[in-house]
């Protein structure tokens, strides 16, 4: 029988429900830790491209991050492992040759290493470059090479960055913090926008609901839109007198607005998502058919997909769900991905 091997990774604590997503696509799926709670060994009985595939058609919730295992290097933490490694690329020109290639290197955290998984993607990246006719970059990849060192095995992959579900280096998602940042709450929309491959600057109109301080409302300002912010709570001085920002300091449930008045509706309160939903399936009348919707869910008490099917019973019919996603920067929460529906 045909057994592929993995390493999956989740946000911390959410490697579990992560877990139970692919054994319902793969029953018999066996795992074993290697970073507690968030990073795990997966061995499917089927082969990789199925397992590629399937997780692609129904990309899981809680799955941030999936790299193949192709080949087990045994390391003992010295520099002579570099060498293997070096070895080990010098054998992969039929796979890379000619591309751009990415070499994403990763540890246990507890690892004692004598060197670091930078000094890993150094050593590799001029062997590639100079043997192996290799572009070798970080960002924008034709190809991935995951390395992750453990304790005593080296786990290397070659695969997309689309087929690794992310082409950041395990999924985490780095932005740089900008000098005058409003919220670090920004990096949840700007990590949605890239994830779902959604060009935010093609909408005119957003409602942004428990917008402040105000991180997503700048980033949809940044992106061109005019947008009306709803929280009774303070936005970020910055923000105010802007030309294209209508601010009402109330409860969501106290304003009402004129139907398909916007096309986009962003919502990150932090609230029961019980309540949330109500409050958004209210509002969205206001939004145009074919219109989208971002919104962020609190699992208050874990059961996270008993938590996605109340919310979106909620919000149905009046929206179709695209992708549900617990994004790097969502901590006990994942985001929601709907489009409004002709009713
Ligand atoms: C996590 S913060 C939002 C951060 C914001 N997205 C940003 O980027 O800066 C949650 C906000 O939801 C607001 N909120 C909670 N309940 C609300 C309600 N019923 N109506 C409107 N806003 C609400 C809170 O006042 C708070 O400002």
């Keep these: 029988m045909n057994v592929s091997r993995f390493i999956g990774s989740s946000n911390f ?112 990246d001029p ?8 572009e070798p970059v970080v960002r924008g990849a034709d190809k991935i090479i995951s390395v992750y060192l453990s304790d005593g095995t080296c786990y290397l992959g070659i695969s997309t960055p689309h087929e690794n579900l992310s082409d950041w280096n395990g999924g985490m998602v780095r932005y740089r913090k900008e000098e005058e940042q409003v919220s ?30 105000g991180g997503w409302t700048s980033l949809l300002l940044e992106r061109n839109l005019s947008v009306t912010a709803v929280d009774p709570g ?43 939903s109500k409050l958004v399936a209210e509002l969205l009348p206001a939004v145009e058919t074919g219109g989208v919707a971002v919104i962020t869910v609190k699992l208050m008490h874990k059961k996270p997909f008993q938590t996605v099917k109340e919310t979106l019973q909620n919000l149905e019919p009046q929206v179709v769900l695209l992708q549900a996603k617990q994004l790097f920067h969502n901590r006990e929460e994942l985001t929601l991905y709907l489009m409004k529906e002709e009713l």
């Design 234 to 276: 303070h936005m970020h001085a910055s923000l105010l007198g802007h030309p294209n920002l209508t601010f009402l300091q109330k409860n969501a449930g106290d304003v009402k607005f004129e139907e398909r008045a916007f096309d986009l509706l962003v919502c990150d309160m932090s609230w029961s998502p019980k309540q949330m």
């Design 184 to 213: 670090r709450a920004k990096f949840k929309l700007l990590e949605a926008e890239e994830r779902f491959n959604l060009d935010l600057s093609q909408f005119h109109n957003a409602l942004d609901i428990g917008a402040a301080p």
């Design 13 to 124: 604590g959410f490697a579990q429900y992560a877990q139970e997503e692919i054994r319902r696509l793969f029953p018999g799926t066996k795992f074993r830790y290697l970073e507690p709670g968030e990073v795990f060994l997966i061995d499917v009985p089927a082969r990789a491209d199925e397992v590629t595939a399937a997780l692609l058609e129904q990309e899981p919730i809680f799955l941030r991050h999936i790299q193949p295992v192709q080949h087990e290097i045994p390391l003992d933490k010295t520099a002579d492992d570099l060498m293997r490694l070096i070895e080990f690329v010098q054998e992969l020109r039929p796979f890379v040759a000619g591309e751009k290639v990415a070499v994403q290197a990763r540890k246990v955290k507890a690892g004692k290493f004598a060197y670091t998984p930078f000094g890993v993607k150094d050593a590799l």
């Design 127 to 134: 062997i590639l470059q100079q043997e192996q006719s290799v």
